[in-house]
């Protein structure tokens, strides 16, 4: 089995955004605004290997065979709740997609996560499914996603996250070694009450106003 892969998005319009974003005084509106412009650059980077298929086109000047995307092909699974704050933008850049949902809450006794809602569309054998979850934090989400997720059987899987821990990180390829996570940074640690330090807090909360 070779290594597992981490891809680390480094772009600088990436971490810029990312840095405004880790602010905590940035308002609800601006914090929304920054994921889902990160969200457009992130789906630019875990679609550089999406197959292509030559389909015939005519421009102005004469007929050629150009490449196309199956994005109908493509799922997002979305992690709620703060996953959803990762769709719109990927959505912009392929409309195509379908997309999936995994419920899930982290018991705050044992950090464990808590499945409560599961839906995928049909037919998963042909998708390719991008796994979203603004935080990889203790990594028990992500790999109880993907558990799930692998029931279904999709064609491939890849893990998408803002901000990683490497606990979570270790965690994950632990059990999921053969799907590449993209992340924009890896940070220091976990603290005790399993929070990525330093983090930008907790993203559902700042996605959605609700502390
Ligand atoms: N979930 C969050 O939203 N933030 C963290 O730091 C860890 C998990």
Do not use: W
């Not at 880790?22 to 509106?29: N, V, Y």
């Not at 049909?122 to 990889?136: N, S």
Request: net charge neutral.
């Amino acid at each position: 089995m070779p290594d597992p892969v981490v891809h680390l998005v480094s772009h600088p319009l990436v971490q810029h955004k990312l840095t405004l974003l880790r602010q905590k005084d940035r308002s609800t509106s601006s914090f929304r605004r920054l994921l889902h412009e990160i969200s457009m650059l992130m789906a630019y980077e875990v679609t550089r290997e999406m197959p292509t298929q030559l389909i015939d086109i005519e421009t102005p000047l004469e007929a050629m065979r150009s490449p196309v995307i199956d994005g109908k092909k493509t799922v997002f699974v979305v992690i709620m709740r703060a996953g959803s704050g990762f769709l719109d933008g990927m959505l912009e850049v392929v409309p195509g997609a379908r997309v999936g949902h995994v419920g899930l809450y982290r018991d705050p006794r044992t950090l464990g996560a808590v499945e409560y809602y599961f839906k995928m569309p049909q037919a998963m054998q042909e998708r390719d499914a991008i796994v979203l979850d603004p935080m990889l934090a203790t990594g028990n989400s992500a790999v109880a996603a993907v558990e799930r997720l692998k029931e279904t059987g999709p064609r491939s899987i890849r893990f998408v996250c803002l901000l990683a821990a490497p606990e979570g990180l270790a965690r994950f390829h632990a059990r999921h070694p053969e799907v590449p996570v993209y992340t924009a940074a890896i940070d220091r640690q976990l603290n005790d009450h399993g929070y990525i330090v330093p983090g930008l807090g907790d993203a559902g909360d700042r996605l959605f106003g609700t502390k």
